[in-house]
């Protein structure tokens, strides 16, 4: 097992590598770069452009995009655009940049953000925690919920149960979770009905002033409802997929052995069938937890007004933000690629007969 971990941890190099480079070729081939949005800044109405950066009002009737090729770059002179190119370091030959981007990485070295004057790491650790908060109390709660409730399924298939509960996972797999989460905020958020809970935010103002009791409860009442509207969408596809893997193995011969031999109904559901039927349910795990991380929570972050991951991704893909865009993509890359391999680790404690060793 020790020599496939190690072949995995080095594997993760290249599939790194992989993933950056794609990405950073698609994203430079796209439109409207960071420079674009500064100049956009500087020659809009109203904007900081200056008669010292600016050309004449000849060449701006002209319409002369001029060298360089920018887009809305008209009324700036040459001089400007070459320093923007050289401040946000585009005055540098693509692979250059890409591999020295890579460098830095290998270091987290994540640079500075081109907008927001701060660092990317800073940026990072300041969103984590709300992004942290909702999808581990997320992902807890959707196993907590999936997995008995698939089980429960799977023994019961076909009954009235199953049928009921089927036609509710479809419904909530049908709605989207931010619809959720706007009928929530109407119903217990002060809306037409009750105000239970808050409208946004992931703690009270007064909250560094609470005693510690006070603030875990401050913070879970704030987690209610965002967490409740990524459950109510999450969980119907992994109830099914853990009822589905149970039925299979309920069909399997080992299982009608060991009913045979007068094992009760418990026994041979979690002494025999669990370990084989969660298989499927663990495989998928790591790919969740950082789907609700980093990109699942986006609307959720929104409705609530909760800062984090997700909410400073898009920000940083609309005004191409490229070190936060690829800090950010390193980072959930690389914990994504740890993940998998905490998931064959988990492999082996569910069922220790799997040996990855032996097949590779």
């Known amino acids: 097992m020790f020599a496939y971990l190690v072949r995995r941890l080095f594997l993760i190099v290249p599939t790194l590598f992989g993933i950056m480079l794609i990405n950073f070729l698609i994203v430079q081939a796209a439109p409207g770069g960071p420079i674009e949005q500064m100049i956009a800044q500087l020659t809009q109405p109203g904007g900081q452009a200056t008669d010292q950066i600016t050309r004449s009002g000849s060449d701006i009737n002209t319409g002369d995009t001029g060298q360089g090729g920018y887009r809305g770059r008209q009324g ?15 005055d540098k030959p693509l692979f250059e940049r890409f591999f020295k981007m890579l460098g830095d990485y290998a270091v987290f070295d994540f640079g500075e953000s081109f907008f927001r004057d701060e660092r990317v790491a800073n940026l990072v650790i300041e969103k984590m925690p709300v992004s942290i908060s909702l999808g581990v109390w997320t992902t807890l709660l ?11 399924k799977a023994i019961r298939d076909g009954s009235r149960f199953d049928i009921w509960t089927s036609a509710a996972l479809a419904i909530g797999t049908a709605i989207p979770g931010y619809l959720f989460a706007v ?130 991704g898009y920000e940083a ?44």
């Open 317 to 360: 893909v609309i005004r191409r933000d490229f070190p936060v865009m690829f800090g950010t993509l390193y980072f959930f890359s690389l914990i994504g690629l740890l993940l998998n391999i905490v998931g064959d680790l988990t492999y082996t404690l569910v069922d220790p007969r799997i040996d990855f060793e032996k097949r590779g």
């Open 76 to 90: 700036l002179l040459p001089e400007y655009i070459a320093e923007l190119e050289k401040q946000y370091g585009f």
């Open 142 to 152: 959707v196993y907590l919920i999936s997995i008995p409730l698939g089980i429960r």
């Open 183 to 312: 009928l929530l905020l109407v119903l217990f958020a002060g809306g037409s009905y009750w105000q239970w809970f808050p409208l946004g935010g992931l703690v009270s103002e007064d909250w560094s002033s609470l005693p510690l009791g006070q603030q875990i409860l401050d913070y879970l009442w704030h987690m209610v409802l965002p967490v409740a509207a990524m459950v109510i969408g999450s969980f119907a596809s992994l109830a099914m997929l853990t009822k589905n893997s149970f039925i299979d193995q309920l069909r399997m011969q080992y299982v009608i052995t060991a009913r045979a031999k007068g094992l009760t109904e418990r026994r041979v559901l979690y002494g025999h069938v669990f370990r084989n039927a969660m298989l499927i349910v663990i495989a998928g795990f790591p790919a969740a937890f950082i789907g609700v991380l980093f990109t699942g929570a986006l609307l959720i972050e929104i409705i609530f007004s909760l800062d984090g991951l997700g909410l400073l």
